[in-house]
């Protein structure tokens, strides 16, 4: 069943946040297979790049620890080993990619720790992808051995209509990778005492995750508000039809103008060291485990 809005829980204003860069990579990961370029070969873990999925964890107001995914790379399991994940609370998904979906499978281990159901939340497109890519897990009972299967229950969410997922509000806005609209994240993790997801006027607040973008549409940019922290995709230096190059990153993070930025979702024509030491000021290369 899917349900079509999150559920609402407490209002009282959470603690410990902290969000993880589980990977920064693009759909083939660096290094790349078969390449033996610098960067495939560098000897700098920043150059590592699991595919692109992100982690918040937090405390709610029972003091009970969340973790939050962004995204089920295919790497996902690797990278929550690294990082000593122990829980999965929810799970939000940008769009239905594989690189951003096929480490979906990987959750039923948090549903025997936990003993409960994950709630997921993507558009409907991508919750018909999922349920025909794991049909295994949605329709369980047509599977012919009693298998070993991930718990989901898929809730629909829309552009512009926020979530208060166990205290933090999380809003999802209008991106387009290419001609394929997804979904980016705008998440307040210091307004759970408020009604509303707004942030005070003028006051920077908040992370912007936009990955496997293109294109802004006005009314989203006029959304993103001033943010604290922006996470923004930059595949390259070379333009490329579905995603930011770096010129294009670099003039919509000068539009943001966030406390920082950190660029996500690079291809191995990236040198972290290179490119890091070259970049304006409060703008910068993220790296798999860097924690915020």
Known sequence: MVRSSARRVSQVAISNFSFTFLGTGTSAGVPVIAC???VCTSDDPRDKRLRCSACIRF?????IDRVILIDTSPDLRQQVLREKLERCDAIL???QHV?????LDEVRRFNMVMKQAIDIYAEQETLGHLHRIFNHVFESNKNVNDSFVANLIPNEIRPDEPLNLF??????????????PIL????????GESSTPSPPTGKRSGIGYLTDVSTIPPESMMQIGP????????LRFRHHPTHLN???ALQIASNVSAEKTFFIHMTHDISHAKLEQELPEGIHLAYDGLTL
């Open 227 to 234: 943010l604290k922290t922006l996470v923004l995709d930059m």
């Open 246 to 248: 770096l010129d294009q």
């Open 99 to 103: 690189d951003h979906t096929f480490g």
């Open 167 to 180: 205290g933090l509000w999380i809003t999802p806005i209008r991106l387009f990778h290419g001609r394929l």
């Open 184 to 191: 980016g994240f705008i998440i307040h993790p210091k307004l």
């Open 93 to 95: 998904f940008t769009h």
């Open 36 to 38: 033996d370029c610098d």
């Open 59 to 63: 405390t709610d107001s029972e003091g």
